[in-house]
Structures are given as structure tokens and as C-alpha cells.
């Protein structure tokens, strides 16, 4: 079994991944110590500052061929994704694509981060000068990833870092470090220099660390405790956090209620329900819930489920027995609580059976916090605006999804909604690469999508003449 290095490394300690459906070990990656993070830092600010004048083709030429060595290597890297975490190989392979295309948008992006030309002279008796505004690279952009999305989330901290000519220090979810060393070794054949994109491994003390370093910006995904943490050891280093969310879908009585049910399936059961935008609360309007949840039972009933290198598996494991344990914990509580389980509720080691529940609580242990799993909660509703306000007086505000094609109504949800993101006729965990994607409240702080996150991860400077 090879041993990855993704940077110079003193220490000893491994960390040793494992299937989480029949725990086989898969890799291990070398465990960093808070030294090897300062080091990874230092070589990335030198090699920062000979990358920061490169031109906008060249950064777009780097980004295309890293895309590329990707292509080249996709069903190894769909395979060691899908090893290490428990997606299906087809949920694998289709991250794997998207990975693709972040990094050519990110590459397409940074030929057009433009400035722009203001007259200072605008009042009178302002100066005749005029001001000239460009946008520079912020220096070294720490990136920390969670185990979901192991190279896609990645692709969106360093496609848009590398376009706006920055350097990359990421640390990966140690759950799931497969992944991100692979596209290390795939950026170093595609000849980018050795420093400008490095990678550290281990757990919250290594996140720790990198945060604590001499990053210009933090770029984080994962848990909104795990997120003040990092932000409070930063200090005022500049923050891009996306922290969850406890989405809803929303389907009303004028709604394609088969769509909205394969939706609802889709968005809730891709890689076992641990998506920060998945379908967590789906609320029915009392005059299809009966009709809908019929249609809905029948399709959860279809879902293949198990064994996730299978092509005909639809649904795989959840990260490992912990999560799978918690995932049980809340539905059981659910239940005892006075909702009805209508179908799953079980689960054998990480593989926790597609999960229904009515008359869930708002209270509910599986919708009072964000939960990490197959379980889809119903909630039932007859005005729009009291459901809007349920949602809006929750902590999180990352996404919604919306199924009616009744105008005022989307007006209303869109308008009123207090998420980073309202979908119409889609489920909230729809995403585009080249979209703003993020949330407020405990969601998170700024936004990812390669556009906007050029920009964010800029520096705008002022030249008056």
C-alpha cells in the first residue's frame, strides 16, 4: 500500500483511510505536524510571489491542463473517491466531472476579472484625476475541505485561488485525503511548480494550525462550530465560510408532483443524505400530501441501495459508523416523539436504509440540527407565509427549493425566503459551478461559485493619476 507525501513532512504518524462499507484499508496519507504546516505556508508565499505577475493565460492554461490530467485519470480518481468515502461509483464519477469543469470555469473567469476607471472629479470641486481600480491576488489561501465532495470542493477553493494568482495550502477532511493527494500529483505532472499547490494533512489540530499561519485568506467547508473555531484562531484573516444548512423543499398543489418527488429523492438520498444543501425538510401543502406522499413511497421504495462500487447501486454508505449511529439516534428519537416512520429507519454498519417520516416536530431531533443521512422529514403546511416564516426563524439560510409555477407565489417564496439561494421547480441542493453558491445566518460567510469567488479571493487596489 503506498504511503502519499503531498509536502515536506517530519512526521511519523499516518492517517489510515478505510472503506466505510466493508472497512478494508484503501490508502493512508503522512499525518502533518504544526511545523510541516508553517513550511507548507513559507514555500507557498515564495512561490506566490513569482506567480502573482503571471498573466491570465497562463493561469488559464495551468487550470485547462490540470482538467485535462483529470480527464485523463477519471475513473481512477472516480474510484478512489468512491473507496474512501461510500458514494456510488456513478455519484463518483459524475463529481469527477464537475471537477473538470470548475477548473475550466475558474480558468475562463480569470481572463475576465477586470477593473475599471472612475473620474474622481465628480462633484465639484473634486480633483481632476482619475482612479484606476485592478484587482490583485490576496497571497496564500489556506483551503480546508470537507469528506463529501472530496475533489470538487477542492476544485472550487483552487480553481479561482490559481485564477486570480494565488498559492494553495489545502487540508483535507482526514476521513477523505485520497482524493485531494491525487490531484496534487496530477497538478505536478500537468508542470505546475511544486509550491503553489500544496497540501497537509491530519485533523482539527492541523486545521488549527493553517489557520493560525501566515495565510492571506481562509477558505473553509464544513460545520458551523468547527467554522467559529478556525475563524476565532485566524483572527483577521479574511474568511470564506460555508457552514450547512437545514434546507426545505417546498411543493405546492399546482406542482409536477412526479418531478418534485424524483427531486426530492435526488436531492435527498445522493451520496446517503450528507449534502450541506440537501432536500432536510420537506414541506407539503395539505392538499397533495396525501397523493404526494403515495408517489413518494413508491419511488423510495425503488432505491437500490448497499454496496457503493456497484453500477447498479443508487445510494451508498454514510461516512462511517459514528455518523451512521447519529443518523439512527435522531430517527429513533423522531419516532418516540410522535412521528410516523413510513418507511427505513434501519441500518447495517454505515448503510442506513432510505428513511420517510410524517408529522415530524419542528423540534424534531432529525430537523432541529442538520442531519447528515437519508431521511427525508415531512412537514405539512396550508399558508405559504407562516411556512416561510418557520423556516426563516431556523439558524440556517443556505438554500431553498420551490415546486409551483404560480407566479405570485414565486415571487413571494423568492422575495421572502431569508436563504443565500431560492430554486425554482429544483431542489435547494441544485448547483451550478459558475454560480454564487452560499448562505447566511449560521450558513456561512461569502460565497463560492468561480465567479464570485475570484473576486473574493482579490485584493482591489487603487491607483489615482
Known sequence: MPRIQTAAVSSVQTVIVHNPFDGAVVGEVAESTAADV???????????????????????????????????????????????????????????????????????????????????????????????????????????????????????????????????????????????ARLRELALKAGWPPALFQIVHGGADVA?????????????????????????????????????????????????????????????????????????????????????????????????????????????????????RVVEERVRATVGGGARLLHGGTRNGTVFAPTVISGVCLDAPVIAEETFGPVIAIRTFADAGEAIAEVNAGSYGLQAGVFTNDHALIRMFSRDLVVGGVMINEGPDFRAEHVPFGGVKRSGLGREGVRIALREMSEPKVVID
Open 38 to 180: 508553517a513550511d507548507a505556508v513559507l514555500r507557498a508565499k515564495a512561490a506566490q510571489w513569482e506567480f502573482r505577475r503571471s498573466t491570465p493565460a497562463v493561469r488559464r492554461a495551468m487550470l485547462n491542463a490540470l482538467a485535462d490530467a483529470i480527464a485523463g485519470d477519471a475513473e481512477t480518481m472516480a474510484r478512489i473517491i468512491s473507496r474512501e468515502m461510500g458514494k456510488t461509483i456513478r455519484e463518483a464519477r459524475n463529481e469527477v466531472r464537475r471537477a473538470q469543469n470548475t477548473l475550466r470555469l475558474s480558468g475562463d473567469a480569470g481572463t475576465f476579472l477586470d477593473g475599471e476607471a472612475l473620474h474622481c472629479a465628480i462633484v465639484e470641486g473634486g480633483a481632476d484625476r482619475l482612479a484606476t481600480i485592478t484587482y490583485e491576488p490576496v497571497g496564500v489561501v489556506g483551503a480546508v475541505t470537507p469528506f463529501n465532495y472530496p475533489l470538487n470542493l477542492l476544485c472550487h477553493k483552487l480553481g479561482p485561488a490559481i485564477a486570480a494568482g494565488n498559492a494553495v495550502v489545502a487540508k483535507p477532511s482526514p476521513k477523505a485525503p485520497l482524493a485531494a
Open 208 to 324: 488549527l494550525s493553517l489557520a493560525r499561519s501566515p495565510i492571506d485568506l481562509l477558505s473553509f467547508t464544513g460545520g458551523p462550530a468547527a467554522g467559529l473555531a478556525l475563524k476565532n484562531a485566524g483572527g483577521l484573516v479574511r474568511c470564506l465560510m460555508e457552514l450547512g444548512g437545514n434546507d426545505p423543499l417546498f411543493v405546492l398543489p399546482d406542482a409536477d408532483l412526479d418531478r418534485a418527488v424524483a427531486t426530492a429523492i435526488g436531492h435527498r438520498f445522493e451520496i446517503a443524505g450528507q449534502s450541506c444543501a440537501a432536500v432536510k425538510k420537506l414541506y407539503l401543502h395539505r392538499d397533495i400530501e396525501r397523493v404526494f406522499t403515495e408517489k413518494l413511497l413508491a419511488a423510495v421504495d425503488a432505491v437500490e441501495f448497499g454496496d457503493p462500487s456497484s453500477d447498479d447501486t443508487d445510494m451508498g454508505t454514510v461516512i462511517d459508523e459514528a455518523a451512521a
